[in-house]
């Protein structure tokens, strides 16, 4: 059993609205990991599923959950504020309610911090994307630590359940808003990343793939289904996985009876060379979609 008089290193915070389906696999996740020096915080945002009997069960089993409940749903951002003001460890890290850490991630991430003592820095690894049942997608690494920062008012490349950050500098720059930012705003991950930037620290990147980040299909009618099968594409273009992009996209065509402008130009790059592609991706695209949004905020 662990020492609950010891304070632990790491204080992992899940926010939770409706997440019964994949809540336990999350759980188990951090439950198996091979450094056991954690706490897990469960915040429950006015879950009206199986949510709150699950966390009960939780925390009967393992000492070392705890959970706080929301009097109104106020989304993750701040959610996880609540979760992390209680919090106990030095070490911030962050888990959704659909994605799962490999069981080495807080062994890797330990290891990161150990090897820099003083500085003030947050980190990320990269993420190995999964369907709804857990299938493997595609794994994506992240590019490295400068190119991050230069590109995030564009695009960001940090996956929020892959980062973590010392709770010293989550105090520093006042946490993540109060209010949840719209994600064609940016969202409130990359809201902190940039507070994390102008307050000096720097950014480590961990070279694995360490999260498994879940996105759904379920249904194409929705917009998030429309929106993760996009992303998808994006992915495999930017790993220059051309003829599963193309895939993904004749799968939309073939669900939704057409294919936007823009999705027909996706099409189209997925016949050019894969290098000039990646590039595309990466140094590009994420300019231009900046650039529309820009033009759109003014309108």
Same mark, same amino acid.
């Given at each position: 059993m662990?020492?609950?008089?010891?304070?632990?290193? +790491?204080?992992?915070?899940? *926010?939770? +609205?409706?997440?019964?389906?994949?809540?336990? $696999?999350?759980?188990?996740?951090?439950?198996?990991?091979?450094?056991? /020096?954690?706490?897990?915080?469960?915040?429950?945002d006015?879950?009206?599923?199986?949510?709150?009997?699950?966390?009960?069960? +939780?925390?009967?089993?393992?000492?070392r959950?705890?959970? @706080?409940?929301?009097?109104?749903?106020? /989304?993750?951002?701040?959610s996880?504020?609540? &979760?992390?003001? @209680?919090?106990r460890?030095q070490?911030?890290?962050?888990i959704?309610?659909?994605?799962?850490?490999?069981p080495?991630?807080l062994a890797e991430?330990?290891?990161?911090?150990?090897?820099?003592p003083?500085?003030?820095? %947050?980190?990320?690894? &990269?993420v =190995?994307?999964?369907?709804?049942?857990?299938?493997?997608?595609?794994?994506?690494?992240? *590019? *490295?630590?400068?190119?991050?920062?230069?590109?995030?008012?564009?695009? /960001?490349?940090?996956?929020? *359940?892959?980062?973590?950050?010392?709770?010293?500098?989550?105090?520093?720059?006042? &946490?993540?808003?109060?209010?949840?930012?719209?994600?064609?705003?940016?969202?409130?991950?990359r809201?902190?990343? /940039?507070? %994390?930037?102008? =307050?000096?620290?720097?950014? #480590?990147?961990?070279?694995?793939?360490? #999260?498994?980040?879940?996105?759904? %299909?379920?249904n194409?009618?929705?917009? =998030?289904?429309?929106?993760?099968?996009?992303?998808?594409?994006?992915?495999?273009?930017?790993?220059?996985?051309?003829?599963?992009?193309?895939?993904?996209?004749?799968?939309?065509r073939? $669900?939704?009876?057409r294919?936007?402008?823009k999705?027909?130009?996706?099409? %189209?790059?997925?016949?050019?060379?894969?290098g000039?592609?990646? +590039?595309?991706?990466?140094?590009?695209r994420?300019?231009i979609?900046?650039?529309?949004?820009?033009?759109?905020?003014?309108?």
């Amino acid at each position: 059993m662990p020492d609950l008089e010891a304070r632990p290193f +790491f204080s992992v915070i899940l *926010p939770v +609205f409706n997440g019964q389906k994949y809540l336990r $696999q999350s759980v188990d996740s951090v439950i198996r990991q091979t450094c056991d /020096n954690w706490e897990l915080i469960i915040v429950d945002d006015v879950s009206t599923d199986g949510t709150p009997s699950m966390i009960r069960e +939780f925390m009967a089993s393992d000492p070392r959950i705890r959970s @706080i409940h929301n009097e109104i749903n106020i /989304n993750c951002g701040p959610s996880a504020n609540r &979760g992390i003001e @209680i919090a106990r460890g030095q070490w911030i890290t962050r888990i959704d309610a659909d994605d799962r850490y490999k069981p080495e991630y807080l062994a890797e991430l330990f290891q990161a911090i150990r090897q820099r003592p003083g500085q003030d820095f %947050f980190a990320s690894a &990269g993420v =190995a994307v999964i369907d709804s049942e857990g299938r493997s997608i595609v794994s994506m690494a992240l *590019p *490295p630590p400068k190119k991050i920062r230069r590109m995030l008012n564009a695009e /960001n490349y940090l996956c929020h *359940p892959a980062t973590s950050y010392p709770r010293a500098l989550w105090e520093k720059v006042g &946490g993540y808003p109060p209010v949840q930012p719209d994600i064609k705003d940016g969202g409130d991950d990359r809201a902190l990343w /940039n507070k %994390f930037f102008k =307050a000096g620290a720097g950014l #480590v990147v961990l070279p694995k793939i360490l #999260v498994e980040y879940r996105v759904h %299909f379920s249904n194409m009618s929705y917009t =998030a289904g429309y929106g993760n099968r996009e992303w998808i594409v994006s992915l495999y273009m930017k790993c220059g996985m051309l003829q599963n992009a193309r895939d993904e996209i004749l799968k939309t065509r073939s $669900q939704e009876g057409r294919l936007k402008p823009k999705h027909r130009f996706y099409l %189209f790059l997925t016949y050019w060379p894969s290098g000039l592609v990646r +590039f595309l991706m990466w140094e590009v695209r994420p300019w231009i979609r900046f650039l529309m949004r820009r033009v759109r905020t003014r309108r």
